[in-house]
């Protein structure tokens, strides 16, 4: 049986396979020049990770440097807070932010859609037993729509996993971004 989020997941696929064949039909360079963005970040955690958080919502800081026609140089750090599913102590929801700084690589495979593989280590910012760092490993694709000659529209989705000694925490991810 097809759980919720893999419904969810595939749906996402899905619909990024179908605005592909719309927005191949455009003509041009995937990314012509270094951009900045700004982005809003959801995440829906999984595993046990899913057992404590509900969801997490954040911002980030984008940036993407073209090294050829197809690929760019990415880096990445934002800002995610986790809120948890019922109360852990005399009603107190589980909640923690976290500072994801990574380093990556976005391959077009066609005119507006990537693949993108990032790395890098997350930043808790609680006191106490949840602090730490973790190492992030990142898969993801997404769509690119230029909007002037400078500036896109992105939307993305990822898998993302932040392990640690203390164990890990992986969420499917959504991001939405202005790029300039």
Do not use: C
Not at 28 to 57: E, R
Not at 76 to 94: D, E, S
Not at 111 to 119: K, Q
Request: cysteine-free; overall charge positive.
């Amino acid at each position: 049986m097809i759980s919720r989020l893999n419904k969810f997941v595939i749906g996402v696929v899905v619909l990024l396979a179908g605005l592909g064949g719309e927005v191949n039909a455009q003509t041009g360079v995937p990314l012509a020049s270094p951009q900045i963005g700004l982005g809003v970040d959801v995440a829906f955690p999984t595993g046990s990770f899913g057992d404590a958080a509900n969801y997490g919502i954040g911002g980030s800081l984008f940036y993407q440097h073209p090294v050829s026609r197809r690929v760019s140089v990415t880096g990445n750090v934002g800002f995610l807070r986790f809120h948890g599913k019922q109360a852990v102590l005399m009603n107190i929801k589980y909640r923690e932010g976290f500072v994801p700084i990574k380093a990556g690589l976005k391959y077009f495979i066609a005119e507006n859609i990537y693949a993108a593989a990032e790395t890098g280590v997350s930043i808790s910012t609680a006191d106490g037993n949840g602090t730490g760092t973790a190492f992030i490993y990142v898969p993801g694709a997404g769509l690119m729509f230029p909007v002037n000659g400078s500036s896109s529209v992105e939307l993305g989705v990822r898998y993302e996993n932040w392990a640690r000694s203390g164990g890990t925490h992986s969420f499917i991810g959504l991001r939405a971004g202005y790029n300039f």
